[in-house]
């Protein structure tokens, strides 16, 4: 779901960059003449790699930050010098979303809430009409100023931003959302049914590392410490 929301970030980014909902009126692409719109994707795995690729499919001027030197090696090895990479510091956000025409949030700590990466003064430096999409939304956002919202009321705007910050995005697209997650999980679901739980996740560390919760005990550790509750390692179950 990540690669669909990553991808439909650019999709809704530059539908609310238009001047009706509120944009500052702004085509990714320039024309002849013209500078292309600046997108910022803070945050460079598979959310931000999509939102990326379809950025620069745009013909935007894209920069991605990150904190993994080797996910900036892997995205720069790919696009060559379509994209800019950049390291990921509170000086480097603060340039790069400042100067920005839209902002896509995709920062993900597995199993966590997502940290405040881009602060409220960030975005009151932004230029009006300016566009923010918060895809991490859905694990409380990297946004200060973001609260969720729904496919039925999509944006708000604050400090002259439009933040777009819906929950589920990939639920607008959800006949491809439904084939790409049925593509992903089938194979489990089959393992699960022909072998049983214990001894599917038995025979695959990958697959046993995907058990977040079991007969009440939470056994992914990340969830355990953003709930306050008792860890419980996955393994002990197979016992």
């Keep these: 779901m990540s690669e669909v929301a990553g991808r439909m970030s650019i999709q809704v980014g ?4 238009e001047k009706e909902p509120g944009g500052a009126g702004v085509l990714l692409s320039g024309v002849p003449g013209v500078l292309a719109a600046r997108v910022c994707i803070v945050g ?9 690729r ?20 892997e995205l720069d090895w790919r696009y060559g010098a379509q994209l800019n990479t950049v390291y990921s510091t509170v000086d480097a956000v603060e340039r790069h979303v400042s100067d920005a025409d839209l902002v896509i ?18 975005i009151k430096a932004m230029r009006p009409g300016s566009v923010v999409v918060d895809i991490a939304i859905d694990q409380g956002g990297c946004f200060e100023t ?3 919202t729904s496919h039925d009321d999509p944006i708000y705007t604050k400090h002259g931003v439009v933040h777009y910050c819906v929950t589920n995005m990939p639920g607008a697209v959800a006949q491809t959302s439904t084939y790409a997650l049925n593509n992903a999980t089938l194979p ?29 005990k ?18 002990d179950l197979l016992i």
Excluded: C
């Design 105 to 122: 949030g995709s920062v993900l700590v597995p199993g966590a809430a997502a940290p405040k990466v881009v602060t409220e003064d960030m």
């Design 188 to 216: 489990y679901t089959l393992r699960l049914a022909d072998q049983g739980w214990k001894s599917a996740l038995g025979d695959d560390p990958h697959f046993l590392a995907g058990l977040n919760v079991h007969a009440g």
């Design 14 to 17: 530059a539908h609310y960059l």
């Design 44 to 52: 460079g795995g598979v959310a931000g790699g999509a939102a990326a």
């Design 146 to 148: 973001s609260r969720p």
């Design 54 to 73: 379809i950025a620069m499919g745009h013909e935007a001027k894209v920069t991605v930050l990150d904190r993994s030197l080797p996910r900036l090696d």
């Design 218 to 235: 939470v056994t992914y550790e990340a969830v355990a410490t953003a709930l306050g509750l008792e860890y419980t390692p996955a393994g």
